[in-house]
Each structure stands twice: as C-alpha cells, then as structure tokens.
C-alpha cells in the first residue's frame, strides 16, 4: 500500500508540500480569491435584494442566448448552487484549485478551469437539441436547470492533474465516481461534470500526443509554477 501511494500520489505531494512549506498561502493566492468570491455570491445570492443580481451575472442556462451564457461563463465558475451545502463547494475549489494553482500555475489552471466549464454549458444545449431519445440526450425542461458552478471546474481540473503527476488510478476513479453519479442519480450536473471530463482528456490526449513528436523533451512531473 505505502508503494502504491509513492508510486501514485508522490511526485504530486512533493510537488505540493514544497510550495507550501517555502511559500505558505502566498502559493495560492487565487485560490484563496476563488474561495472568497465562492463565499461572496453564496451570501449574496441568499440575500432578498441578490439572487436576482447574481442570476443575472453568473447563473447560466442552456435557454439563454449563446453570446449570454459565454458572457456569464466564466463568474459561473464560482456561483455554488443553491441545493447544495455551500462548505463542500467551497471545500472542493480550497482543495482542487490551490493543487492545480501550484502545480500548473495560475494561467493554466484558470484556462482549464474555463474549457471544463464550457464544455458542460456547450454539451447542456446539444443534449437539448439532440431530445431525451437520443444518445446523451437531454429532456427539454433541463433548458431551464443553472450550470453546475464550480463543480465542473474541480472535476476536471482534478483529472488534468493527476494525469499531469500519472496519478492514473486517482484519475480514474474521479471518472468512475462521476459515471456512477449518473447511473445512480440522473441530472444534468453529473452529465456535464462528464463532459468537462471529456473536455480535459481530449486536452491531455493532445498535450501528450505534443509532448511525443520529434524535438520535444519528455520529463517527469513539471516544475513549481509561480
């Protein structure tokens, strides 16, 4: 067992531990921002005068216009659903984001973060159009159903690291986890949370493929990023 965890979680709890101990929070400053705006719209939006404000900036639906639902994509990130304790959302972007933060670096992190996001909003309005019959469709009424928040965000970017750091079993079983999510409670978020998974697999697939071609080094897992 103690092999299996070297072999599986080392490189990455290296990875981690070091930035922490050399740099303390000073490593995660976003994440530590994403938890606080995550906190700030979950109080707003329970306020009588700010759900309506934060629906109108952050909550994305498959019937909204496309150029409205990019527009609000990227603060969707951080608006926690209303359904769920607002403690595990906020646990899961401390988590998820402040590893990605340290071992991919803000501007990827953020850039996954966005393209896991994406992919579940894009693939919402595709299962609509495709009708509930079809492969991966989706009934009509889930038009109106918000975005999973950060959610897709931290599945996907939780699978673009372990995949980063050969964490392959950690990997997997995130992807098993969301597959029987679905099997076992069939909405919209667990099909979109595979979605983003599929978003960033299809981003490792071309990072490694890359990586192979003549002229590229091969290296284990990446460096520190500031």
Known sequence: MRAFARREWGALYATVRTALVTRGWRAVPMTLAAVCLTSLFQLVQNQDWGYQLVQDIGSVRAEDPL???LLRTPLSL????LDLPVWGALAQVLLV?????I????PRTLLLAYVA????????RVGIALGPDAFLGLPAEDAQVVDTGPSAAVVGLAVYVCFRYRAYVTAAMVTAAMVVEVLFKDNLAGKEHLAAIAAVLLVCLVTRYRSRRPGTTR??????HS
């Open 219 to 224: 290296s284990g897992a990446p460096p520190i």
């Open 78 to 81: 951080f608006v926690p659903a």
């Open 103 to 106: 071992c991919l670096g803000r």
């Open 97 to 101: 984001f402040g590893i990605a933060e």
């Open 67 to 69: 150029w409205l639902a």
């Open 117 to 124: 996001t994406l992919a579940g909003t894009l693939y919402a």
